[in-house]
């Protein structure tokens, strides 16, 4: 019997959102379990085809994998599953036209961070024409592909790009393996979704390529080469060489950087504007300014990107993000389609979704709040019809989160930084409440966003007051934070967490005597340090993957940080082994692991290249015989956590860790 699109997506939104009853209701005040917060998602990333009749998402499937699956918006049909794998999440996936999709692999859990091997597939919406692209470690559930020609790249190929013709075609780029020439850059080629075949779009491009510039059609333009800390941009001339553009320090970046070309042959691009990075329309011939910025975000640099309509030619709006996400159209029609959508959901955020957005049967929209996982709804925008696609988990509900804010800190020297302020579950009610501040990885990233985030949410669930601080190093606020942070790992960026703290307890939001530092990647070094230093401030810290040795970045063989950033990235940001020698000792918790006398939660995978094992291992034999330690090792995670297994057990271990040293939230 065919029932209705509409009937269709109802059951889907109420099979996805959880909403049948379990067999035995939880408490209304028992916070949601670990399960549920860190599960995959029963939906991600709803895409529409390029006319917006297929909508292709990533759902649940068996094994607590993502799979991939297309749902025919007029025919119907109930989703179809189209692809996937037995012990990896299908973590993007793309319509090249209308008829074919391309997807890629992921060992993270929200799907946001790629393997060396995530591979690149092909398959048509309904699930015939499956062919792999490029080779990757893992094995997919279908052997449909055995009887066509292998002509599968290697596993140092990515996609780089879905151009806008409608084809068959994808870009991929080639990254150079360690055994290549240091002068081998990255490399481009045009790939056959359907034969494999490759067409070369390299030849002849000067050596030390890092990036490429693409037309709004997929066409090089220009490309960027990075030597000894340094920039070069050349430019296409109508002769297929390459000339050179301009040059910039490649970690300062003063000039213009060119990010879009249009129709017209309009450039686009970011540079910096009173302290903070803007969009400029750019002169093609020098790549300089022509006029004021198009796009200013005070407070924030520029961290967007632009609604481009391929069929209509047309740049319709564009998306940044300052405090939270946001949309300025600049076309009428979808100025006005926003409007009505914010208009009947008020309280989110609303990111309206679309490749050719003006003559789309559908758009997808993704209803963000700090509060609740992101839900997702279909608007027909002939009859403005809104339908519900997923809503967030039941067990997730909004009464069990906190809310989320930016403020402003102003450091011991006077720099104003932004601290994402997380309330335990219920707010804050008068009375001071055990805080962790939880320090991002990276350190040169934007590290926080507003939207819900889980390992914030449920430190929140259970009592605790989160502190994220975007300290000094941090990216997309400014110029003037971004280089206090250079060469001080351990000194002025570990002072601004110190800081945070201290503010929180101005407010009197934060109790100073239940306070824990934690963190992963570089947040796992800082919390380490926090031990070492800071132990007059944190009664405990937890750090899972950390860097505990500076030197051991620089000087180990066998991660998978570049070369180019061990000799002039590291030197310059981080610290310098020939001149800073003894400033690496005084920073470097491993060399001062005698010093620490708070209680520690550390825990490695077995199988990170970013910050390897003996990071840990070298840390956790260097500590004094009686230092209060819990210590684990998941054997088959890398640099962050994959398997729901670990989730869990790794936040019980935070959970239980926390409860002990802090006491129990009030």
Same mark, same amino acid.
């Given at each position: 019997?065919?029932t209705?699109?509409?009937?269709?997506?109802?059951?889907?939104?109420?099979?996805l959102?959880?909403?049948?009853?379990?067999?035995?209701?939880?408490?209304?005040?028992?916070?949601?379990?670990?399960t549920?917060?860190?599960?995959?998602? @029963?939906?991600?990333?709803?895409?529409?085809?390029?006319?917006?009749?297929?909508?292709?998402?990533?759902?649940?499937?068996?094994?607590?994998?993502?799979w991939?699956?297309?749902? !025919?918006?007029?025919?119907?049909a109930?989703?179809k599953?189209?692809?996937?794998?037995?012990?990896?999440?299908?973590?993007?996936?793309?319509?090249v036209?209308?008829?074919?999709?391309?997807?890629?692999?992921?060992?993270?859990?929200?799907?946001?961070?790629?393997?060396?091997?995530?591979?690149?597939?092909?398959?048509?919406?309904?699930?015939?024409?499956?062919?792999?692209?490029?080779?990757?470690? #893992?094995?997919?559930i279908?052997?449909?592909?055995?009887?066509?020609?292998?002509r599968?790249?290697?596993?140092?190929?990515?996609?780089?790009?879905?151009?806008?013709?409608?084809?068959?075609?994808?870009?991929v780029?080639?990254?150079?393996?360690? &055994?290549d020439?240091?002068?081998?850059?990255? *490399?481009?080629?045009?790939?056959?979704?359907?034969?494999?075949?490759t067409?070369?779009?390299?030849?002849?491009?000067?050596?030390?390529?890092?990036?490429?510039?693409?037309?709004?059609?997929?066409?090089?333009?220009?490309?960027? &080469?990075?030597?000894?800390?340094?920039?070069r941009?050349?430019k296409?001339?109508?002769?297929?060489?390459?000339?050179?553009?301009?040059?910039?320090?490649?970690?300062?970046?003063?000039?213009?950087?060119p990010?879009?070309?249009?129709?017209?042959?309009?450039? /686009?691009?970011?540079?910096?504007?009173?302290?903070?990075?803007?969009l400029?329309?750019?002169d093609p011939?020098t790549?300089?300014?022509?006029?004021? @910025?198009?796009?200013? &975000?005070?407070?924030?640099?520029?961290?967007?990107?632009?609604v481009?309509?391929?069929?209509?030619?047309?740049?319709?709006?564009?998306?940044?993000?300052?405090?939270?996400?946001?949309?300025?159209?600049?076309?009428?029609?979808?100025?006005?389609?926003?409007?009505?959508?914010?208009?009947?959901?008020?309280?989110?955020?609303?990111?309206?979704?679309?490749?050719r957005?003006?003559?789309? +049967?559908h758009?997808?929209?993704?209803?963000?709040s700090?509060?609740?996982?992101?839900?997702?709804?279909?608007?027909?925008p002939?009859?403005?019809?809104?339908q519900? /696609?997923?809503?967030?988990?039941?067990?997730?509900?909004?009464?069990?989160?906190?809310?989320?804010?930016?403020?402003?800190?102003?450091?011991?020297?006077?720099?104003?930084?932004?601290?994402l302020? &997380?309330?335990?579950?219920?707010?804050?009610?008068?009375?001071?409440?055990?805080?962790?501040?939880?320090v991002?990885g990276?350190p040169?990233?934007?590290?926080?966003?507003?939207?819900?985030?889980?390992?914030?949410?449920?430190l929140?669930s259970?009592?605790?007051?989160?502190?994220?601080?975007?300290?000094?190093?941090?990216t997309?606020?400014?110029?003037?934070?971004?280089h206090?942070?250079?060469?001080?790992?351990?000194?002025? +960026?570990? !002072?601004?967490?110190?800081?945070?703290?201290?503010?929180?307890?101005?407010?009197?939001?934060?109790? @100073?005597?239940?306070?824990?530092?934690?963190?992963?990647?570089?947040?796992?070094?800082?919390?380490?340090?926090?031990?070492?230093t *800071?132990?007059?401030?944190? #009664?405990?810290?937890?750090?899972?993957?950390?860097?505990?040795?500076?030197? /051991?970045?620089?000087?180990?063989?066998?991660?998978?940080?570049?070369?180019?950033?061990?000799?002039?990235?590291m030197?310059?940001?981080?610290?310098?082994?020939d001149?800073?020698?003894?400033?690496?000792r005084?920073?470097?918790?491993?060399?001062?692991?005698?010093?620490?006398?708070?209680?520690? /939660? +550390?825990?490695?995978g077995?199988?990170?290249?970013?910050?390897?094992?003996?990071?840990?291992?070298?840390? #956790?034999?260097a500590?004094? @015989?009686?230092?209060?330690?819990?210590?684990?090792?998941?054997?088959?995670?890398?640099?962050?956590?994959?398997?729901?297994?670990?989730?869990?057990?790794?936040?019980?271990?935070?959970?239980?860790?926390?409860?002990?040293?802090?006491?129990?939230?009030?």
């Open positions: 019997m065919r209705s699109t509409g009937t269709w997506l109802a059951a889907l939104a109420i099979g959102a959880g909403a049948a009853a379990p067999a035995e209701a939880a408490p209304a005040a028992a916070p949601p379990s670990i549920a917060f860190f599960k995959r998602p @029963p939906l991600r990333a709803p895409k529409l085809s390029p006319s917006g009749r297929y909508l292709a998402i990533q759902m649940a499937g068996k094994r607590d994998r993502m991939l699956a297309v749902l !025919d918006l007029q025919a119907m109930p989703p599953v189209v692809a996937g794998f037995n012990d990896a999440d299908i973590a993007a996936h793309h319509w036209n209308e008829d074919r999709l391309v997807f890629q692999v992921s060992d993270s859990p929200d799907g946001s961070t790629r393997v060396m091997a995530e591979g690149l597939w092909a398959v048509d919406r309904d699930g015939a024409g499956f062919r792999q692209l490029i080779s990757s470690h #893992k094995s997919f279908s052997n449909d592909s055995s009887r066509i020609a292998d599968r790249l290697d596993i140092n190929w990515t996609l780089h790009r879905v151009p806008p013709d409608g084809g068959n075609e994808v870009i780029q080639r990254r150079r393996w360690s &055994t020439p240091e002068a081998r850059g990255v *490399q481009l080629a045009r790939l056959d979704t359907r034969t494999g075949l067409r070369n779009l390299s030849a002849g491009v000067p050596d030390h390529v890092s990036a490429w510039v693409l037309d709004w059609r997929g066409e090089p333009y220009a490309v960027e &080469t990075f030597l000894a800390g340094r920039s941009f050349y296409r001339d109508a002769e297929g060489a390459w000339q050179p553009w301009f040059e910039d320090d490649g970690y300062s970046r003063r000039q213009a950087w990010t879009w070309i249009g129709p017209d042959g309009r450039v /686009l691009g970011t540079r910096g504007h009173r302290g903070y990075t803007a400029f329309e750019l011939g790549g300089t300014p022509v006029e004021a @910025p198009l796009v200013t &975000t005070p407070g924030y640099d520029y961290q967007g990107r632009l481009f309509d391929p069929a209509a030619r047309r740049l319709l709006g564009v998306r940044f993000e300052t405090d939270a996400p946001g949309t300025v159209w600049l076309d009428p029609a979808m100025k006005a389609v926003q409007a009505d959508i914010d208009a009947r959901l008020p309280g989110t955020v609303n990111l309206v979704e679309c490749s957005c003006l003559d789309a +049967m758009l997808v929209v993704t209803a963000l700090d509060r609740q996982p992101a839900a997702y709804y279909l608007y027909t002939a009859d403005q019809r809104l519900k /696609l997923a809503t967030p988990p039941a067990e997730l509900r909004r009464d069990a989160m906190g809310q989320r804010d930016y403020h402003r800190v102003t450091a011991r020297d006077g720099l104003a930084f932004p601290v302020v &997380t309330q335990p579950a219920g707010g804050l009610k008068g009375g001071r409440v055990p805080t962790v501040v939880l991002h990276g040169y990233v934007r590290g926080t966003h507003w939207a819900w985030e889980r390992d914030a949410q449920f929140a259970r009592g605790y007051l989160v502190l994220e601080p975007e300290f000094r190093g941090s997309g606020y400014g110029a003037k934070l971004f206090a942070g250079w060469k001080q790992w351990g000194l002025a +960026m570990q !002072d601004d967490l110190a800081d945070t703290l201290a503010w929180a307890v101005g407010q009197g939001w934060a109790d @100073p005597a239940r306070a824990c530092i934690m963190g992963a990647s570089y947040g796992g070094y800082a919390a380490l340090m926090g031990a070492v *800071q132990g007059e401030l944190f #009664k405990c810290a937890v750090n899972w993957v950390g860097v505990t040795d500076i030197g /051991l970045m620089g000087s180990i063989g066998w991660s998978d940080v570049s070369e180019e950033w061990k000799q002039y990235g030197k310059r940001l981080v610290a310098d082994p001149t800073d020698a003894e400033q690496m005084r920073t470097s918790p491993l060399l001062r692991a005698g010093e620490i006398r708070m209680p520690l /939660l +550390m825990a490695y077995g199988e990170d290249r970013r910050v390897p094992i003996k990071h840990g291992r070298d840390m #956790k034999a500590l004094r @015989p009686d230092q209060p330690l819990e210590w684990v090792v998941y054997p088959d995670e890398g640099h962050g956590w994959f398997d729901l297994e670990t989730q869990q057990d790794f936040w019980g271990r935070v959970e239980r860790f926390l409860a002990r040293h802090l006491g129990p939230p009030d």
